[in-house]
């Protein structure tokens, strides 16, 4: 027998394919038929995008010059008014400054004055030497008393630079130095505002979705802080030119958040994703795009009649979301697809 098998070696290789081959043809016909039964429904594509909680206004106020801290009137986390002062340079040699510089410009337009009552007649004298010594006396003065009337602005202006006061309310959320007594740099002792009231959605679209947006479009927020609870968003703002320092070519989305999740205690950097619906379409047949098919002829489906498999031509409209549009079916009708 074993010399058998050697001499006819090919018989059994023959055997073993007619067995896979015969096998794989029952799995197949074993292959349940999917089917699909056609209806009316609504169809939407729904545009989904990650962001972050943000604010319209929020400012990182620093010191224009060096000094010595001598006062911090806020601390991380306090609610400070519009204009409210929230520290202070040590201002005593500004201030010393501004008194000599205002001495000198006493000086200067004293001298002015008394300059102008001495030579105003010799406007009339017929010598044109002396009108020319008159006239010249008076434009030095002149713009000695407008050097003191800068040095004096230019020292009032450094003195108001001492304070820094907030442009916007909100809260505090950062101080760099938060006591006093130390020297500081503009570099080093900043200090960080958010308006609270101004807390929006920030997100960014690529460039292939951005033209199924428009200002005014709804969408639904999700949270990550907040898994329970959902609110609405609305554009207010998309930008026109891409967004510096991303990777691809994306534009920038401010969402505005409703009063729901505006009541709940956000924080800036909280992350979530927004739902925007794109496309919609209600009432209409459609079907799953697996059961349509293609031939020379154009598109059709397979539609079961009588226990029988009839191939039928449709009309195919828009595809949203994994499902098509179908012109040519009926209501009730029966697709195959194997």
Do not use: C
């Amino acid at each position: 027998m074993i010399n058998f098998l050697k001499k006819r070696w090919y018989f059994l290789i023959l055997i073993l394919i007619v067995l896979a081959i015969f096998f794989s043809q029952n799995k197949k016909n074993e292959k349940k038929e999917e089917i699909y039964k056609v209806k009316k429904e609504n169809i939407k594509e729904t545009l989904t995008l990650s962001g972050e909680i943000d604010a319209e206004e929020k400012v990182v106020l620093k010191f224009q010059t060096s000094g010595r801290l001598v006062w911090v009137g806020v601390k991380e986390g306090d609610y400070v008014k519009k204009y409210q002062s929230i520290a202070s340079l040590d201002s005593r040699e500004i201030k010393n400054r501004l008194d000599r510089y205002l001495r000198t410009y006493a000086i200067a337009r004293s001298n002015f004055e008394q300059t102008k009552d001495d030579n105003w007649n010799k406007q009339y004298d017929l010598n044109e030497t002396t009108r020319t010594k008159a006239q010249r006396i008076l434009e030095q003065n002149q713009y000695n008393l407008d050097q003191a009337v800068l040095d004096v602005e230019y020292q009032n202006l450094l003195l108001e630079n001492s304070t820094i006061w907030t442009p916007i309310e909100g809260i505090v959320t950062h101080i760099d130095v938060p006591v006093s007594g130390v020297n500081i740099t503009p570099a080093n002792a900043t200090f960080e505002i958010v308006n609270p009231k101004t807390l929006y959605f920030s997100s960014t679209v690529e460039q292939a979705d951005v033209v199924n947006l428009k200002e005014g479009l709804y969408g639904i927020i999700s949270l990550d802080s907040f898994v329970d609870e959902k609110g609405k968003g609305k554009i207010k703002y998309i930008s026109f030119s891409p967004k510096q320092g991303e990777t691809g070519t994306v534009y920038q989305l401010k969402i505005e958040i409703d009063d729901k999740l505006k009541n709940l205690p956000l924080r800036l950097g909280m992350s979530g994703d927004i739902d925007f619906v794109v496309k919609e379409k209600k009432n209409i047949i459609a079907i799953p795009v697996r059961f349509l098919k293609k031939d020379q002829k154009g598109d059709y489906v397979f539609v079961k009649e009588n226990n029988r498999k009839i191939k039928k031509y449709i009309e195919k409209k828009e595809e949203i979301d994994g499902k098509i549009e179908i012109k040519g079916l009926k209501e009730g009708e029966i697709l195959i697809n194997n």
